[in-house]
């Protein structure tokens, strides 16, 4: 062979294997479907994390509740307490804007002893806490309310709900001055009394003057008495005759 015949002859290349493509659709529909798996999988634990806890709101304004309430303001407050007469416990709760004041008093403590201790109290609220101040509203926003509640013992099985008295004072952000309330001792005693005795008080049903007195009251009103006439029957003619308009008399 000549040498320009070995000069002419081209070297093949090789082919390039086109590389597939499959496990790239794979890899694709694998993300597609874990995406939402795992967004939804998330919101599944983090509610089922919350359960146990209530969902908390601010239903206040940045003006509302400005000067706030001090956890030293009430420990102060609460200690001044015990020295009203007659105290054997006082305890303060601040919950949802309301301050309330709880009032222990000795058992034998009568309404008057219970409205001279909340007045107290009162008092004493005022001296850390002024009315205006934090329990009256400002022109643009809403303040705290108090509640002061005194009381002679809470019912139980040795002490008898007879002789319980509960005297309540209240002074709201929107009222000017406060109220007092004698809890256990009702505004219109005849009304509580009817209220008590309402068993006595229902009208029974007033029988019919014209009944039997021997009939069972437990028998229905509804029932066909046996002897008892129809007035549809057909008479028997043996006992009587008709007359020329048609109506039947009986021989005497």
Same mark, same amino acid.
């Given at each position: 062979?000549?040498?320009?015949?070995?000069?002419?002859?081209?070297?093949?290349?090789?082919?390039?294997?086109?590389?597939?493509?499959?496990?790239?659709?794979? /890899?694709?529909? +694998?993300?597609?479907?874990?995406?939402?798996?795992? $967004?939804?999988?998330?919101? +599944?634990?983090?509610?089922?994390?919350?359960?146990?806890?209530?969902? =908390?709101?601010?239903?206040?304004?940045?003006?509302? +509740?400005?000067?706030?309430? @001090?956890?030293?303001?009430?420990?102060?407050?609460?200690?001044?307490?015990?020295?009203?007469?007659?105290? =054997?416990?006082?305890?303060?709760?601040?919950?949802?804007?309301?301050?309330?004041?709880?009032?222990?008093? %000795?058992?034998? %403590?009568? =309404?008057?002893?219970?409205?001279?201790?909340?007045?107290?109290?009162?008092?004493?609220?005022?001296?850390?806490?002024?009315?205006?101040?934090?329990?009256? !509203?400002?022109?643009?926003?809403?303040?705290?309310?108090?509640? $002061?509640?005194?009381?002679?013992?809470?019912?139980?099985?040795?002490?008898?709900?007879?002789? /319980?008295?509960?005297?309540?004072?209240?002074?709201?952000?929107? %009222?000017?001055?406060?109220?007092?309330?004698? $809890?256990?001792?009702?505004?219109?005693?005849? +009304?509580?009394?009817?209220?008590?005795?309402?068993?006595?008080?229902?009208? @029974?049903?007033?029988?019919?003057?014209?009944?039997?007195?021997?009939?069972?009251? !437990?028998?229905?009103?509804?029932?066909?008495?046996?002897?008892?006439?129809?007035?549809?029957?057909?008479?028997?003619?043996?006992?009587? *005759?008709?007359?020329? *308009?048609?109506?039947? *008399?009986?021989?005497?």
């Amino acid at each position: 062979m000549s040498d320009t015949m070995k000069k002419s002859r081209r070297v093949r290349k090789p082919k390039k294997q086109k590389v597939k493509q499959g496990h790239k659709l794979v /890899w694709l529909t +694998l993300i597609i479907i874990l995406v939402p798996v795992v $967004i939804i999988g998330y919101v +599944l634990l983090t509610s089922a994390q919350g359960n146990d806890k209530p969902v =908390e709101g601010n239903r206040f304004g940045v003006n509302d +509740l400005n000067p706030k309430i @001090q956890d030293a303001q009430m420990t102060s407050i609460q200690g001044d307490l015990m020295t009203i007469g007659g105290m =054997e416990s006082a305890t303060l709760d601040l919950k949802s804007a309301t301050l309330r004041v709880n009032l222990n008093l %000795a058992d034998s %403590a009568d =309404e008057a002893t219970l409205e001279a201790a909340a007045r107290q109290a009162y008092d004493i609220v005022n001296s850390y806490l002024p009315i205006e101040t934090y329990f009256t !509203n400002p022109e643009n926003g809403k303040n705290y309310d108090l509640e $002061i509640s005194a009381y002679n013992y809470i019912v139980d099985d040795a002490h008898p709900a007879e002789g /319980w008295k509960f005297v309540k004072l209240n002074k709201t952000s929107a %009222a000017g001055d406060f109220v007092i309330d004698y $809890i256990t001792q009702p505004k219109n005693a005849e +009304l509580a009394e009817q209220v008590r005795n309402k068993d006595q008080q229902i009208p @029974q049903p007033q029988q019919d003057p014209n009944a039997d007195p021997n009939a069972d009251p !437990n028998a229905d009103p509804n029932a066909v008495d046996p002897n008892a006439v129809d007035p549809n029957a057909v008479p028997d003619e043996s006992l009587g *005759y008709y007359d020329e *308009y048609g109506n039947f *008399y009986y021989y005497q």
